[in-house]
């Protein structure tokens, strides 16, 4: 999360089988974003999940978060993909 030229990662960690859920910033981003910003984000999967909708909570989250990064960081003709799109799976 933190090899961006701009420090403007972000991670949204999801643990269905602990219950846990996180959304953080790296520096670049966390330092543009209103206070609060990420406890926002959180309540609002939070609340998609306990209404066992968690597609929809996901993509709210990821657009929200979306939203804040295009406001920030404008995409360029000079941006390139600088994190893998990996997602872990767990057993």
């Known amino acids: ?5 701009a420090r403007n990662g972000v991670l949204i960690y999801v643990s269905p ?4 859920l996180a959304v953080i910033g790296d520096r670049g981003i966390n330092n ?7 406890k926002d984000v ?5 609340d998609a999940f306990a209404s066992e909708n968690y597609v929809s909570g996901l993509c709210s989250a990821v657009s929200i978060v979306g939203e804040k990064l295009k406001e920030f960081f404008p ?3 000079e941006d390139v ?11």
């Open 1 to 5: 999360m933190k090899n961006t030229a």
């Open 32 to 38: 543009v974003v209103p206070a609060g910003f990420w």
């Open 17 to 20: 089988s602990d219950r846990k």
């Open 42 to 46: 959180c309540s609002v999967l939070v």
């Open 81 to 91: 993909n600088e994190l893998p799109d990996d997602i872990s799976f767990e057993e």
């Open 75 to 77: 995409y360029t003709d």
